[in-house]
């Protein structure tokens, strides 16, 4: 009895010990609501998973607020062990030569194995070096993909397209009866971005901004992106598509609705979907061109990756490592993939997900990996550009001009080209 | 709410700004009029005892406001990499780039607009509820209270509040506005954004000026008042030659409070309004500081925007004091 007492003693007073002594490490995120909910499950998951490391998750509000905190913060010595930053700031913290230990240096440092080929295709290049290092560590991850709503087909007797000239044929059809044919939520990453990588068009020169910062330049007065864009306003004009605007949920709106019968949202838009859509829906892939040649590879990868941040001590970075592989677990991916509808971004949590029979019973959660896992073409990898939120701004303001008649599309391509080459001028100067 | 209204600024025989002159002086036992003379001849023991007393006021205003000032112009000469790593000197770079910007300059014409148009219709709206809520003698402190508590929501409250309003799809004004043929689309439409920011931030200033007229209007002496009736007949004369001069050291001091909000204060507005992605609606020129400073990471073009931005309402205030305040005359 007495020696059950002292183990018992023994033991709490061991486990206190130790977790007092357990590492503190931080993770400043710019996810909300039910995301936000998830990270501090997962954070929790870790934190009883083992007791070395403690690790803290703080909200700092949306993607560029997180990343503008994390700046600050670094700028003052007190930056956070792990920094989500999103696909469009990717450059911004990568290029910064010593903000951030690469994800796969550090979890290779910290002895564990490390493998390139773990990791789905559409998800391997976008934070990596142009030598393919992983350089953030890709957490969540989202691919545009067609919302289509199942009861305006039927009524209207067409099929989903996989292709815009078949939605061309099928949109009048939706609209006699009595849908708007398409609505989206993001001109910049599903028709400017993935219009590049869906249809294997280059984006920016030097390998798309990978290999240096110095003369990159915009490729966006491509023909074939013109050509998109003015079917797109050609396509409101007659009533098949409707635009209401850069934000993004007063586009959704309408599809929930069941008024619309396509809407391109993101891969991560299932899981909130679910709940609001008052009719059944199904998706499918992002249409591209048959026109144009060579299109029909796989989308960029959007979403977030999560940096360690250098300056901080063997310990600490050793837990952050710890974490990033129980991230990447297949059970934690899994875990995820289920709560949030973000991709699974491992092939083996991938199979997980096959095997568990999860795909059978929502279809709709496999359309994003499977277009991440689509064959990738020379320009579907991803893209490297500097000051690129402050681009993404310049699009949308544009896009806005074009829809509300103020430019054409000629006359707004010209301008995003030229001050997007401003800013990238401005960039490689920052950075040179 | 009767006594709370009277104990704002402009007391009895004082007005706005006379009462907070007079303010930190009241705290050494001063009288609390404004413009009363022994109050401004308080003697200290000691030569160094007021600069004591200041010196709590002066650090703040040294570090949140000189310090960053200081750092901001420092900054605006150089192109840095948000992170700190390097920093180039590029000498006036920053604030040619940003005054060739044809954009920058729209932003620049639209603040402008915005700001007039904003201050001119807070400060009417105020002035003419405060002299109707002054004339009401039944019920008068409900009607205040009415009045004055929408100052009491947050400016980004208060902008979602205006977003429900005119959302697109759910809006009440928008649906109004739909009988009237007028079909608003905020978010999409250059000039229907514009005209909701206004409308909100007009609607959330109000109150403000509300108050600030109303204890004004409290604070003109019934005898000034009834001479002015038995001299003149038309309210609406003894209203421009008598109560409005009167009234004008508030009206100065509210007019510089109400440029200074359009210009900054309604940050929150159309930060809510824009719903975070400006796109081709209208932004004034804080609003551009934060886009390029924040959101886009560019530390040097957006230092330079804000010396800009100091720099206009460094001249705007002496324009306001050198030449409007001179026709004021504070009793």
């Keep these: ?432 | 709410m009767t006594t709370g209204t009277e104990r704002l600024p402009a007391t009895r025989g004082g007005t706005a700004t006379d009462g907070r002159r007079s303010g930190a002086l009241r705290l050494f036992g001063g009288k609390a009029k404004g413009g009363d003379e022994a109050a401004k001849r308080v003697q200290f023991s000691s030569p160094y005892l007021p600069y004591l007393f200041l010196a709590p006021q002066l650090a703040i205003i040294f570090v949140f406001f000189y310090w960053p000032s200081i750092q901001a112009i420092q900054s605006s000469f150089y192109l840095e990499d948000p992170f700190g790593f390097g920093s180039t000197f590029v000498g006036m770079a920053n604030y040619t780039d940003v005054l060739k910007s044809g954009e920058y300059l729209g932003i620049a014409r639209f603040t402008a607009i915005f700001t007039a148009l904003v201050t001119f219709f807070a400060l009417s709206i105020g002035l003419l509820l405060a002299v109707k809520a002054d004339g009401v003698i039944r019920g008068n402190a409900s009607y205040k209270t009415l009045l004055i508590w929408v100052y009491a929501i947050a400016p980004p409250v208060a902008g979602l509040i205006g977003m429900m309003f005119f959302d697109q799809h759910i809006g009440p004004i928008v649906e109004l506005a739909r009988w009237f043929g007028w079909d608003i689309k905020v978010g999409l439409n250059y000039s229907d954004t514009a005209f909701a920011m206004i409308v909100v931030s007009v609607w959330k200033q109000i109150p403000y000026n509300f108050i600030f007229f109303l204890s004004g209007l409290q604070g003109i002496p019934v005898a000034v008042r009834e001479a002015a009736a038995m001299d003149c007949r038309s309210g609406f004369r003894r209203f421009w030659t008598v109560i409005l001069p009167l009234l004008a050291p508030t009206a100065f001091f509210l007019l510089i409070i109400n440029v200074t909000y359009a210009l900054f204060d309604t940050f929150g507005v159309i930060d809510v309004m824009v719903k975070d992605k400006a796109a081709n609606n209208p932004i004034t020129l804080v609003y551009k500081v934060y886009m390029d400073g924040f959101r886009g990471n560019d530390l040097g073009g957006s230092s330079a925007q804000s010396v800009i931005l100091m720099l206009i309402v460094f001249v705007l205030t002496i324009f306001q004091f050198r030449f409007i305040e001179r026709r004021v005359h504070y009793n």
Aim: charged content about 20%.
């Design chain 1, 1 to 432: 009895m007495f020696k059950k007492i002292s183990l018992a003693a023994f033991t709490l007073a061991f486990s206190a010990t130790s977790s007092l002594a357990a590492t503190d490490i931080t993770w400043w995120h710019g996810m909300a609501g039910r995301n936000g909910e998830v990270i501090n499950e997962i954070s929790q998951k870790f934190n009883e998973a083992q007791s070395a490391c403690a690790l803290t998750p703080v909200s700092k509000g949306t993607y560029e607020e997180a990343l503008a905190s994390g700046i600050a913060a670094f700028r003052s010595g007190e930056q956070p062990n792990i920094l989500q930053v999103f696909d469009a700031g990717a450059a911004t913290i990568i290029n910064a030569k010593g903000a951030v230990v690469p994800a796969e240096d550090l979890i290779i440092k910290a002895g564990h194995t490390f493998d390139r080929n773990a990791f789905i295709d559409g998800v391997r290049y976008f934070y990596a070096d142009s030598e393919g290092k992983f350089v953030g560590m890709p957490f969540n991850s989202s691919a545009p993909i067609m919302y289509v709503n199942d009861e305006a087909l039927k009524k209207a007797g067409v099929e989903a397209p996989k292709t815009w000239e078949e939605f061309e044929a099928a949109a009048p059809k939706l609209k006699a009866a009595g849908y708007i044919p398409l609505v989206q939520s993001q001109l910049t990453w599903q028709f400017t971005e993935n219009f590049f990588s869906r249809n294997n068009i280059q984006f920016a020169t030097n390998n798309n901004g990978y290999d240096s910062v110095v003369d990159t330049t915009l490729k966006v007065t491509d023909p074939n992106l013109i050509m998109m864009f003015d079917k797109l306003k050609a396509w409101k004009d007659e009533g098949y598509f409707a635009f209401y605007g850069a934000g993004w949920n007063d586009n959704q709106k309408v599809f929930e609705e069941g008024k619309a019968a396509f809407w391109i949202g993101s891969s991560g838009s299932f899981g909130g979907l679910q709940k609001t859509a008052q009719m059944p829906f199904s998706a499918t892939f992002l249409p591209y061109w048959n026109a144009i040649e060579g299109a029909g590879t796989n989308s960029f990868i959007g979403g977030a990756a999560l940096f360690a941040m250098s300056g901080k001590t063997d310990e600490e970075n050793k837990c952050v490592a710890d974490f990033f592989q129980f991230l990447t677990s297949p059970e934690i991916q899994y875990f995820y993939h289920k709560a949030t509808g973000y991709v699974a971004i491992t092939k083996a949590a991938y199979e997980l997900a096959q095997k568990d029979g999860y795909y059978k019973e929502k279809p709709v959660a496999e359309v994003g990996i499977k277009q991440l896992m689509l064959p990738a073409g020379d320009w579907s990898k991803g893209y490297r550009l500097g000051f690129y939120p402050q681009i993404r701004e310049i699009m949308e303001r544009e896009y806005g001009r074009i829809f509300s008649g103020e430019t054409t599309v000629k006359d707004a391509f010209d301008t995003i080209e030229k001050e997007g080459n401003d800013l990238l001028a401005r960039f490689a100067k920052t950075a040179g």
